[in-house]
T-cell receptor
Framework: DQQVKQNSPSLSVQEGRISILNCDYT??????FLWYKKYPAEGPTFLIS?????DKNEDGRFTVFLNKSAKHLSLHIVPSQPGDSAVYFC??????????????FGKGTKLSVKP | ETGVTQTPRHLVMGMTNKKSLKCEQH?????MYWYKQSAKKPLELMFV???????ENNSVPSRFSPECPNSSHLFLHLHTLQPEDSALYLC???????????????FGPGTRLTVT
């Protein structure tokens, strides 16, 4: 059973608007969450992370929100740019009760930003 | 070279062949990882090394054999693979795993493996 779920395989957004990518998790031991971006023929690139002691982390156009009670996190990109078109992966890890090195990934959401 | 590099980028091998994938990181990290990405599936962690010691083997078949001679290099030795092993194999590195972790992992570009 998948512990990290990205239920939208794809998302299309107009340039300049906000992109919201969603991720749900089931394991309450997860306490560290990451977003990665992947272009074709490249490896995933780390974007932004958040620890479970926070509910928001911002880095430029990228903001990650964490709702622990709902076991939900989201990545907001604003304003969206055509260069943001890529596959976005959500990942989660547990510091205790399991392997720290074990990042559990979702299946990804393909974002298309249209000019 | 910067970041995490992987060679070869593409590999086609028969089921009776033996080949090796190589990964090198230039980030000063002490933890290295192998992942497998199959079509329409999430990235799956295969192996974790922390300071050259294997700390995780995620129930990977023995036809995949990792080797970590030092903190900068990681190999994945392949032998008698099956067609279903065809996938993208990704290497990653991070700061050493300890109580202050976990840390973000930095990925290489991957090796696209096709088993015929």
């Amino acid at each position: 059973d998948q512990q990290v779920k990205q239920n939208s395989p794809s998302l299309s957004v107009q340039e300049g608007r906000i992109s919201i990518l969603n991720c749900d998790y089931t394991n309450s031991m997860f306490d560290y969450f990451l977003w990665y971006k992947k272009y074709p023929a490249e490896g995933p690139t780390f974007l932004i992370s958040i620890s479970s002691i926070k509910d928001k982390n911002e880095d430029g156009r990228f903001t990650v929100f964490l709702n622990k009670s709902a076991k939900h996190l989201s990545l907001h990109i604003v304003p969206s740019q055509p260069g943001d078109s890529a596959v976005y992966f959500c990942a989660a890890s547990a510091r205790y009760g399991g392997s720290q090195g074990n990042l559990i990934f979702g299946k990804g959401t393909k974002l298309s930003v249209k000019p | 070279e910067t970041g995490v590099t992987q060679t070869p980028r593409h590999l086609v091998m028969g089921m009776t062949n033996k080949k090796s994938l190589k990964c090198e990181q230039h980030l000063g990290h002490n933890a290295m990882y192998w992942y497998k990405q199959s079509a329409k599936k999430p990235l799956e962690l295969m192996f974790v090394y922390n300071f050259k010691e294997q700390t995780e083997n995620n129930s990977v078949p023995s036809r995949f054999s990792p080797e970590c001679p030092n903190s900068s290099h990681l190999f994945l030795h392949l032998h008698t693979l099956q067609p279903e092993d065809s996938a993208l194999y990704l290497c990653a590195s991070s700061h050493a795993l300890n109580d202050r972790g976990p840390y973000e992992q930095y990925f290489g570009p991957g090796t696209r493996l096709t088993v015929t």
